[in-house]
């Protein structure tokens, strides 16, 4: 089975509800989540793990960032999602001048946290800190 992890700003808002969508729709259960701030994803990223305006999406030894990383976390849940792979046509620049956007306002539109949200005790186990 191919390792999926997705890394998130554990203290945004909109990250949040990211995390939450895809423990939602992920029927297969084979992505994980990781917050940025933890160390295990700065021994995993390392400097990457410093930059929290973007997910981070690693599948086997691939890391994905910005739309792509959200592309192939979709992909991944599998069902209908799969055809938001479409969008990988679309020039990167454009996709990732979007998420940059978004990222840059992201705590005004969603809110921040002071603290990581504590997953809900039956995912547990998809959390790694």
Same mark, same amino acid.
């Given at each position: 089975?191919?390792?999926?992890?997705?890394?998130?700003?554990? &203290?945004?808002? @909109?990250? !949040?509800?990211?995390?939450?969508?895809?423990?939602?729709?992920?029927?297969?259960?084979?992505? =994980? /989540?990781?917050?940025?701030?933890?160390?295990?994803?700065?021994?995993?990223?390392?400097?990457?793990?410093?930059?929290?305006?973007?997910?981070?999406?690693q599948?086997?030894?691939?890391?994905?960032?910005?739309?792509?990383?959200? &592309?192939?976390? @979709?992909? !991944?849940m599998?069902?209908?999602?799969?055809?938001?792979?479409?969008?990988?046509?679309?020039? =990167? /620049?454009?996709?990732?001048?979007?998420?940059?956007?978004?990222?840059?306002?992201r705590?005004?539109?969603?809110?921040?946290?002071?603290?990581?949200?504590?997953?809900?005790?039956?995912?547990?186990?998809?959390?790694?800190?």
């Amino acid at each position: 089975m191919a390792e999926k992890t997705l890394y998130y700003d554990g &203290l945004c808002g @909109l990250c !949040d509800g990211w995390v939450q969508f895809v423990l939602r729709c992920d029927k297969s259960k084979s992505i =994980k /989540f990781c917050a940025l701030q933890s160390d295990h994803a700065k021994t995993v990223l390392g400097n990457k793990a410093t930059d929290l305006t973007t997910l981070i999406y690693q599948r086997n030894k691939h890391i994905y960032t910005e739309s792509t990383a959200v &592309l192939f976390c @979709l992909w !991944d849940m599998g069902g209908i999602l799969k055809f938001s792979a479409l969008y990988l046509v679309i020039p =990167k /620049f454009i996709r990732d001048g979007i998420y940059k956007w978004v990222a840059r306002n992201r705590y005004r539109f969603f809110d921040k946290r002071t603290e990581c949200r504590l997953p809900e005790p039956n995912a547990m186990d998809r959390f790694i800190s």
